[in-house]
Antibody
Framework: ERQLVESGGGLVRPGGSLRLSCEAS????????MNWVRQSPGKGLEWVGR??????????DYAAPVKGRFIISRDDSKNMVYLQMTSLQADDTAVYFC???????????????WGHGTTVTVSS | DVQMTQSPSSVSASVGDTVTITCRSS??????LNWYQHKPGKPPKVLIY???KLHSGVPSRFSGTKSGTKFTLTITRLQREDFATYFC?????????FGPGTKVEI
């Protein structure tokens, strides 16, 4: 069974940093585009960013609210994806999900494997 | 950025009913629209991609249509396991966005 398991969440003070990890099992992420998505309390889902596969350049794109503060990286040898978060603010409080893209006919994709999420709370 | 809206925010239904959920994009996104089902405590599950294409293993009582920037998810012959929150996601722009969700409840 394909699974993603996030870890590293916790309580952090405003201005602080945190690094989230995502471990894939049941499949190799080598050729996959991987995402981070978050959901703030009582709010909808918000895409954080995406990293392409290494053989497609490993390009990373970020949502505007986190650009310049968050960094997504991957280690295919460990089947892991990471989210380094800096300058954290109260608005970053959320459950963070690691998500895999599935492609169809090289044209369409969906976000087909989701982890259960890890909670980040930014508070003094 | 493409904004996604959904209606209704919640709907009450019974087993056997037909439920229709609408999602609208603020800009044209062709047919790059996905639908997901989300139950409490579980990861979201893909239902439809490309506006109308059923993801593998999804029952045929789920269907999706597109008309301009309006997208519709229809669930016919509602089953007990279909009570959940449904949300759309545009897959057109690099910066992905989600609808706020529609809760289907008894």
């Amino acid at each position: 069974e394909r699974q993603l398991v996030e870890s590293g969440g916790g309580l952090v003070r405003p201005g602080g940093s945190l690094r989230l990890s995502c471990e894939a099992s049941g499949f190799r992420i080598t050729n996959d585009w991987m995402n981070w998505v978050r959901q703030s309390p009582g709010k909808g889902l918000e895409w954080v960013g995406r990293i392409k596969s290494e053989n497609e350049g490993g390009t990373v794109d970020y949502a505007a609210p986190v650009k310049g503060r968050f960094i997504i990286s991957r280690d295919d040898s460990k089947n892991m994806v990471y989210l380094q978060m800096t300058s954290l603010q109260a608005d970053d409080t959320a459950v963070y999900f690691c998500v895999r893209d599935e492609w169809y006919d090289d044209q369409y994709y969906s976000m087909d494997v989701w982890g259960h999420g890890t909670t980040v709370t930014v508070s003094s | 950025d493409v904004q996604m809206t959904q209606s209704p925010s919640s709907v009450s239904a019974s087993v056997g009913d037909t439920v229709t959920i609408t999602c609208r994009s603020s800009l044209p996104i062709n047919d790059f629209l996905n639908w997901y089902q989300h139950k409490p405590g579980k990861p979201p599950k893909v239902l439809i991609y490309g506006a109308s294409k059923l993801h593998s293993g999804v029952p045929s009582r789920f269907s999706g249509t597109k008309s301009g920037t309006k997208f519709t998810l229809t669930i016919t012959r509602l089953q007990r396991e279909d009570f959940a929150t449904y949300f759309c996601q545009q897959a057109f722009s690099i910066s992905r966005s989600f609808g706020p969700g529609t809760k289907v409840e008894i």
